[in-house]
Each structure stands twice: as structure tokens, then as C-alpha cells.
């Protein structure tokens, strides 16, 4: 064989193995929201832990050695006879409770009114494809009016935004705390439950905060004296404040969408000192290797299955619907996090 045959061989022979994390894709959220229901205890050996959360052991061993593999945990000998398991860097991401936990995000994207609607993506894609989102295909309703009509989902879905909140916030503040410098008040747009804000005002004692988001999320969303929740409808109305939060609600709506949401916005801070700050995913065509742009790919497929027009932007994309929406400047802070922090002067 020559060496371009020999080639050609080793790459096909590769082809075969990743095809595998293709055809298993799921296995490894579907294990992971097994771990998070079926909850983890301190470091212990399997016995202790098998019948601390009444698992069949072997059953448990088998759904320990996969996470031991992944580095979800690591496996420790005890003594000559017992092995345990210890927590790594990752597992305080996955296991419930904890400040840095995205337990809730896991049980939300593994639920079933999640899933349904990837079934019919392809649907989506096609020229005859009709405008109903992939979720309501699936679910009979959009995201909006089915978390509205189900409690329980929009519980789900606010706590699940309220982990990755903590992640993002947590980077904000370390990465760019300046540009809450002078913002006295804050509206937080599409603010969910408020975990945001509330680790904002924490973190920089001289901002009043207003929670701002439809009213069945702000009746349910935490109280607090330096906090308001308001109820509302961005595309009608928004309170004022000296600068505008929006994390992760401009990518559920199309570039038409986003500019009256931006306008509103642009009305409710003041002309010479407001801002709008924007925590979104920047994509960057073109990068290979790049994990957390891998991340915004990724995002980008969700926003096509779930929402009804929305999208993940790149640098070009954000920069047309700020201009198209009257604001004069904005620059992009990078964070240790899958979005960025965008900062628009009118
Ligand atoms: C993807 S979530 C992001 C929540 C939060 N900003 C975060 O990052 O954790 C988008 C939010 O927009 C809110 N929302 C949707 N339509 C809205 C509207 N018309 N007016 C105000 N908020 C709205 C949703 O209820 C939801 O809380």
C-alpha cells in the first residue's frame, strides 16, 4: 500500500470510531440526568452509597464506572477491598444544589417537552418548512405561552436559566466589573427569576435593581429591598433606568424582533449617560477547535428547535441590529463564559 492509501485508511478507520459518538450521542446527558435524580452523597464506597439512595449496587457500579470514565468522578480505594468515589473538578457542576451547579439545566434539556420537538427539525430546515417552531410542533404551544400554561415547565425552564445566570454573572463581575461603574439603577430585561440581578446588586452595592419580565415569571421570582419586580411585555413598554441588563433574550428573536426590543430599551435609559448591556454569544465563523464556539454552534441548533425565530449572532449580526436600532457605539468584552458582554452607548 502507499503511503496516500495508507492514509486514507487511517482517516476512515477513524471515521468509523467517531461515528460512535454520533450513534450514542445521548448516552451521556440521558446518564447524567440519571446521576442528578438519583442524587449523590458525600464521597463513599459503592455499598455505603447503593444503599444511602436505594440503587440496585451493580446497577450503580455500571452508571458509576461511565461517570468515573468521563471524570464526572473519580474512583478511590479505600482500603485492599472497597473503592469509593471522590469528586473532581466537574462534579460540583452536575451534582444538585451548590452555586455552581447546572443540575436543573440538565433536568430541563433532558425533559420531554425538550426533546419532542429536535424530532421535527428537519421540518424546520425545509423550503416548505412552515413557520411554527419546532416546540410548538411539538408541544402545541411556543415557549412563551407553554411555560405560562404550564407551571411546572416554566419553573423547570426559570431554574435552569437561573444556574447558567450564576456561571455567566459570576464571570461578568470577574471579568469586566467596570462597566457597572455609575449605573445606579438597572433593569434587568427577560430577567427570569432574578438570579441575576441578585448577584449584581450583591456584587456592587450602589445599583437599585428592576426585575423585569413577563408577569407569570415576576409573580413567582425572589423578593428582595433592593429589588423590584415588575411585570410586562418588553416589545410594549420597558421602566427606566440608567442602563438596560438583557442576558440571553435577544438570541430567542429574529434581527426584527431584536430591533424593537433594542428601541424599547433605548427609550427606557437616558440619552447621554444610558447604555444597554447585552450578555449573548458572539459566534465566530471559521474557528476550528474552538470548544466554546463549538458551545455556540450548538446554542444556535437549540434556538432553531425551540424558539420561533430566534438565533446565535455573530460580531456583523450584532453589530447591524445595534445600528438598525439607533445606537451610535459598542464594544465587546470577552468573559470566561460561552457569551460575551456587550456594551451599546445611544
Ligand atoms: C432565555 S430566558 C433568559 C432569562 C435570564 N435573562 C437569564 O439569562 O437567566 C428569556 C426570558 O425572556 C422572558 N420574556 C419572553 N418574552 C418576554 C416579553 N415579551 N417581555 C418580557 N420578558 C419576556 C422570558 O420569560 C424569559 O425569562
Redesign the pocket.
Known sequence: MGDMEVTIKEGEARAEIEIWSYVLGYVKIAVVKCAVELGYLTPMPLSELATALRCEPSRLHRIMRFMVHYRIFKQEHINHHTVGFSLTLLSPLLIKGGEKSMAAFILLVSSRTWLAPWHSLSVRVLETGNNISPFEVANGKDL?SY?EANPDFSELF?NA??C??RL?VQATIEGCPEVFDGVESLI?????NG??LSLLVKAFPWIQGIN???PH?VAVAAKSDSIENVG????MSIPNADAAF????LH?WDDEECIKILKKCREAIPEDKGKVII?EAVLEEDKEGDELGAVGLMLDMAMMAITNKGKERTLKEWSYVLQQSGFTRFNVKPIRAVKSVIEAYP
Open positions: 412563551w411555560a426559570n436559566m437561573g447558567d445566570a455567566t434587568d430585561v427577560g430577567g427570569g438570579t441575576a423585569f419580565d413577563l415569571v410586562g411585555d418588553m416589545f438583557l442576558m440571553w433574550v430567542d450578555v
